[in-house]
Structure formats: C-alpha cells, structure tokens
C-alpha cells in the first residue's frame, strides 16, 4: 500500500488546522485508521523543543538565518521519526506546514531568498516533496483579524510581525501557485468555515479517492 504526504499551507488564521479537523471527524473508523496528522515544526520530542523555541514572544532576538536553520533542522527530525516511516507503512499523512512554510515566511517574509531556502531545505529533506499541497488563501488583514479575535491568549513571537511581513508571505504562497499548479492547489479561506470545507473535501475527493471517494 502506497502512503500519500498531504500538506496544508497558509498564513495563520486562514483555518487550516479546524478545516482538517472537521474532516477528520467526518471519516469512518476505517478511513481514519489510514491516516496520521502531525505539524511542523513539531510531532516528536525534539523538534517540539525547537518549536517552543521559534515562537517564544521572549525570542525577539533570533537572526532571522538562525530560524531559518533551526526550521530545517526541526524539519529534518519530523521527517526521519515521522514521515517517513508513516509513508513506509502506507498512510495518508497530513501535515500542517511543510518547505513552502519556510519558503514563504523566511525566504520571503525574511527577505533571505526563496532559492537559498529552497536549498538549504533540498539538504535538510533530501527532495522528499509532498504529493499535495493545500494552500489556504486570505488578505493578511483577514488572518491577523482572525487571531486577534481567536487567540488573543496564544500570540506568538511570529504574530508580532508587521503587515507587510505578510503580504511578502502571501505573494511567495500565490507563486508557488503558479509556478506548480498541479502540487499546489490554492483554496478560498476568506470565505465562511463551512465553504471551505466543502471545498477542501471536493478537492480531496479528486487526488484521494481511495480516501474520500
């Protein structure tokens, strides 16, 4: 059986993580069975560690290439203790952010450069690239309203950023778009929660019929 590598993508607030959710808990027991959800940076002990230590508010003085690398090496563990052995055992793994995170955020909203990110992350991954991409798309002013309103008591060090830093981001994420229409499939987020569920599960249906079918 062949595991798939779905990721999700997107500016926060866009909903990514409570469109899956709802998803998720729309499958029978059978159709969950084959699938794992993680999130980078994240999913296993260490990269939870360098987690915490990208988005602390305290860490206002990190070099915007130290993120940058600690990122990649967050990235690097997840894929070695999680991905994949996943894709070895045939899931459907589902994870909230991937390489076009820190192409977006760093190479661009960083300004350190889209193809000096994508290097640094062809080393850290060894090319392992996903089979789909689910961009989720707003205005920034959408996204900072959102978390503003949502999650005034979990604002983190990159929350802080100005809106520009954002705009950057999404017009890296609209590139990437064009410039792999077939990986990256982009998604109305500013639109009601419903809608976009809706959306995400037809888009799905397409590439996963062996899941939504």
Known sequence: MEGKFVTLEGLDGSGKTTVLRKLIETLNEQQRHRIV?????????IAEKIRQLLLDSNSLKMDSRTEALLYAAARRQHLVENVLPAL??????????????????????????????????????????????????????VGLQRINHFRQDQINRLDQEKIDFYQRVRASYLRLVAEEPKRVI??????????????????LKEHLPELLG
């Open 186 to 203: 982009k998604i109305n987020a500013a639109t009601a929660l419903v809608n976009v569920v809706e959306q995400t599960r037809q888009i």
């Open 37 to 45: 959800v993680t999130r980078e940076p994240g999913g296993n002990q």
């Open 88 to 141: 070895a055992a045939g899931k459907i793994i589902f994870c909230d952010r991937y390489v076009d995170s820190s192409i977006a955020y760093q190479g661009a909203g960083r300004q350190l450069g889209e193809t000096a990110i994508a290097e640094l992350n062809q080393f850290a991954t060894a090319g392992l690239q996903a089979d789909l991409t689910l961009y989720f798309d707003l205005p920034p002013q």
